[in-house]
């Protein structure tokens, strides 16, 4: 579609909220509004789209987005509704598209969100352009989703809280943290924190292994250790720890409870004192750090960018330093796990890479 033909584009935020959503929906308003498109922006993800309710639709200008930028969740709100599981689901957020005389729809989210906008795409022959985000930085083709930083922003200043605490009790901490099925954010939050040890889905680990590292640093003389663990990580030939056995509308399963069992372990197989922390989902809460305000910034504008000139089905993505256009349904067909064998040491569970010359982590 030439650009003149896009006179109204909707955006819509889904999936788990991470700080970064609200500076990509002021990004993408001020760039639409800058060249006289309107924008409608749908709430709660997808449900919004399924309801003919005048009340889930609000119009966006630059003034009603001034100030959100500073702000984390989303202003339009969320949730992990799924159409394809709905009677009739598909047509009827296509309908109300067609209704709403929407050109275009900016899509935030993360593989849920996008593989249902990817899906759209090819069934119904939506006009959608994908904005990735998600704190578990989980998404094919792209080197960054927005809310991953500050989340490991989030991670760090734990970690550094629970150091004095450690150091003075001569402790072990078990940090727990999200991510899903990869470690990103745990290896990432890791390095940044200096954590001893890391555990990811993607290696499992043998607890005796885990607790011998922790015996030889006591015995090294190191009076505290802390060891981070992703939600999706698990000892060998064990299941997941699970929250509750309750799926969401994508089928999955509500991941953690690792930290307090390995933390129990750690304690009655060493004999040190183990204490754990779940950091849930306050790595999901607060302020966009300022990498994430910048990278929405350059998400939400490519976005706008992208609708104009008539690249639907795309989803804007960083490739090194540059941003760029990819396949929707290329980066939603699976999720990228970490590069065990680049990133990381499954002997001694740490990150491992080498940094001169190459990619950074
Ligand atoms: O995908 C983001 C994420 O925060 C995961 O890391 C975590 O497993 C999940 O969402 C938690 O989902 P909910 O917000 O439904 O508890």
Redesign the pocket.
Known sequence: MPLSDVRTIGILTG??DCPGINPAIKAVVCKARSVGVRVLGIRDGWRGLLTDDPADVVELDCRAVEAIDRTGGTILGTS?TNPYRRVDGPGRVASRILALGLDAVVVVG?EDTLGVADRLVRDHGLRIVGIPK???RDLSLTDYTLGFESAVQTIAEAIDHLRTTAAAHGRIFVLET???LTGHLALRGGIAGGADLVLIPEVEFEVERVCDLLRDRRSQGFRYSIVVVA?GASATGGAKALRSLKT?EFGHK??GGIGQDLSNEIESRTGLDARYVILS?LQ?GGAPGAYDRRMAYYFGTAAVEAVLSGRPGTMVALSGTRVELVSLADAVREVRPVDVARDYDPLNFRHQHRVLGDDLL
């Open positions: 999936g788990g992990r993360g998600t704190i578990d999200m991510g899903r939600e969401d509500l991941l989902h999901r």
